[in-house]
């Protein structure tokens, strides 16, 4: 069993084993240069797959670190939308094109998400046809395919929030703005995320099976659209009395561990909606995942278990955090499950794998710190 431990503070030599951010383009050389990530050598395995630039998860031969090459002129753009979450497409792709163009950069490619393929397979497409940044606008469904379309790429994913969640841009701290967006992405702010992976699934904020994905469940598109984040503290209501788990939990190698729980969380990074921080010390690039096993018995503890998450407490009661490269959840039952905030298909079983260095994001260059929404100056 591996507890989570506190995480170290960032040091101004950027030594705290984390993947540094890439500074921005130096003079153009007289022919391309490449930059290397650093990634932590006490993981186990980084960077690209042998599948790259297909999207294609599971099991991967991968270096040592990523490289990357490094431009300093124009480069090329696409954006994916989902257009039954975004309103205003016109004025949106206007405001991109715009954008681009004042930076000196090409017209972008289109493509539109649809119900059969909400951005996985446009995202690859995208790829394919040359794009080094890809833009996606949409709720977090649209990003979690496209982040399943780009990982093990080299093209960078910009996020342009639309819908109600947008858990990676809150946990990232990317604006909510498109324009400035876009900007961030002209600007060559990169970084590289892990992404957790589920039945060839890929997820980059949290999987979780119980009470979050009743939760889930139960909010519907009509209620988020009339209330917004409200609709989430709703459906909560009608669960906090909802019979508790039996599970066995398996992290790594290490003797599983047997439970009764609400919900097991297993998180890339930290924050739920609003920004609440659930999961103090997740890191997007750590090369591990955080587990949260939640077990409020009454309704007290319910109460005791949120406060001591709002005000961030040491530790909380009635919750334990452990973290590993490998999660394997296994319930007494059939349990509904969600990744970053799709519901999937109810099972007994839910087992999380760490895809290290996966995924280049368009960010802000944080100040020395490892928190890269505290560090963005559109802190959350």
Same mark, same amino acid.
């Given at each position: ?240 009395? !909802? $019979?508790?788990?039996?599970? *066995?939990?398996?992290? /790594?190698?290490?003797? &599983?561990? @047997?439970?009764? #729980?609400? +919900? =097991? ?66 319930? !007494? $039952?059939?349990?509904?499950? *969600?990744?970053?905030? /799709?519901?999937?298909? &109810?099972? @007994?079983?839910? #087992?999380? +794998? =760490? ?26």
């Amino acid at each position: 069993m591996r507890a989570a431990s506190p995480r170290p503070p960032a040091e101004a030599s950027g030594s705290n084993g984390r993947s540094p951010q890439l500074s921005p383009p130096e003079p153009a050389p007289a022919a391309p240069t490449l930059e290397r990530a650093h990634v932590d050598t006490n993981q186990k395995a980084v960077a690209t797959p042998a599948t790259a630039g297909t999207g294609a998860v599971g099991e991967h031969p991968e270096p040592a670190d990523r490289q990357r090459v490094k431009h300093d002129g124009p480069l090329r753009t696409a954006v994916v939308v989902n257009p039954a979450r975004v309103e205003g497409l016109d004025e949106l792709r206007a405001t991109i094109e715009e954008t681009l163009a004042a930076a000196g950069w090409p017209v972008p490619l289109w493509f539109e998400t649809t119900p059969e393929d909400p951005g996985a397979g446009q995202a690859r497409q995208a790829v394919a046809e040359g794009a080094e940044v890809v833009f996606v606008s949409g709720g977090d469904g649209t990003v979690r395919s496209c982040v399943q379309g780009l990982a093990g790429s080299e093209a960078a994913l910009a996020v342009l929030p639309a819908g109600t969640g947008n858990l990676l841009a809150t946990n990232l701290g990317l604006p909510d703005d498109p324009t400035e967006g876009v900007r961030l992405a002209v600007d060559r702010g990169r970084h590289l995320l892990d992404i957790g992976e589920v039945d060839g699934q890929a997820f980059a904020v949290m999987a979780g099976m119980g009470f979050d994905a009743k939760l889930l469940e139960d909010a519907s598109t009509t209620l988020k659209a009339r209330v917004g984040s409200l609709a989430y503290v709703l459906s909560a209501l009608k669960h906090l009395r !909802d $019979r508790p788990m039996r599970v *066995q939990i398996q992290i /790594d190698d290490d003797p &599983p561990l @047997r439970r009764r #729980a609400r +919900t =097991v969380v297993v998180g890339n990074v930290g924050r739920l909606q609003g920004g609440v921080r659930l999961l103090a010390d997740a890191e997007p690039d750590n090369g591990q995942l955080d587990v949260a096993i939640l077990a409020p018995r009454h309704l007290t503890d319910w109460v005791a278990l949120a406060w001591g998450i709002l005000r961030r407490h040491e530790h909380v009661p009635r919750m334990e955090v452990l973290r590993g490269s490998r999660i394997t959840i296994t319930s !007494d $039952r059939d349990q509904p499950c *969600q990744l970053d905030g /799709d519901v999937i298909d &109810p099972r @007994r079983v839910l #087992a999380a +794998t =760490v895809r290290p260095a996966a995924l280049w994001l368009c960010v802000y260059q944080p100040d020395r710190s490892p928190d890269l929404a505290e560090g963005s100056p559109n802190k959350r």
